[in-house]
């Protein structure tokens, strides 16, 4: 497989390095040309050292057989850019972007990128799974669809304990499908009772999720009467 990396950055580098390793052909564009120097001398002769949002350079590098083309520098426009014309001018199978502000994941899927890569998601999923919030957690979206795959602790106080599956009105567009009991996944059916401490796992778009917080959160912070 031949993919073309774009950004010679910290993920650039160890991202064509472990690429390397396992045997794939890896061209590194980075247009910083004092850190393609650099990366010469650790790597070999596989890196070219132009801006990879030109797309005479682009070219250059070999777009027109490229695989996959990872634009994963620093910048979201930049590798906004370099994807559109990996993928309109030169017809490569599959882009991949690294998406440093979360805001811009949409933008990015409607003009028809095939994967995002999020670190700033990544870590927020991370800190969301380590700290007990009384919130919806963000696992990771499904494939390359909007859908997001979500999960919900079900605390004291949900208004989902005690009830079957079949019973909640879950908003259209959303589906449960599981749940985590003592370690182990089950899967929900109509008549799956909800206890105290399940995390309840369902997948849905952006849209739905208040509906769904009402259904499985519900106003934790409310007062007792």
């Known amino acids: ?3 073309l990396v774009v950004g010679g950055g910290k993920v650039g580098y160890y991202l064509t390095k472990e690429l390397i390793e396992s045997g794939h052909e890896v061209v590194l564009m980075e247009k910083d040309r004092a850190r393609a120097a650099q990366i010469v001398d650790e790597l070999g ?16 590098a070999g777009s027109n057989r490229a695989d996959i083309v990872a634009a994963v520098t620093g910048d979201d426009e930049d590798n906004l850019v370099i994807c559109q014309m ?11 972007a690294r998406v440093n502000n979360p805001k811009n994941e949409a933008l990015f899927k409607h003009l028809g990128v095939d994967e995002l890569i ?7 999923g991370s800190i969301e799974q380590d700290i007990p919030v009384h919130e919806l957690l963000h696992l990771g979206t499904l494939g390359e669809s909007d859908l997001e795959i979500i999960e919900a602790p079900l605390q004291a106080g949900s208004p989902a304990i005690g009830r079957s ?19 182990r996944a089950v899967p929900i ?3 799956t009772v909800l206890n105290e401490g399940d995390k309840v796992i369902a997948i849905g778009r952006a849209e739905c999720e208040a509906a769904l917080h009402g259904q499985l959160i519900g106003d934790l912070e409310a007062p007792v009467a």
Do not use: N, W
């Not at 993928?87 to 882009?95: L, N, S």
């Open 118 to 124: 999020s670190p700033t998601r990544m870590v927020l």
């Open 189 to 191: 059916r109509p008549d």
């Open 165 to 183: 599956a079949g019973d909640l009105t879950i908003p259209e567009g959303c589906a449960l499908f599981a749940i985590v009991r003592d370690g």
């Open 1 to 3: 497989m031949f993919v």
């Open 86 to 96: 990996a993928k309109h001018h030169f017809d490569v199978p599959r882009t991949i």
């Open 45 to 60: 002769s596989i890196v070219v050292a132009h801006d990879g949002c030109e797309g005479k350079y682009l070219g250059q």
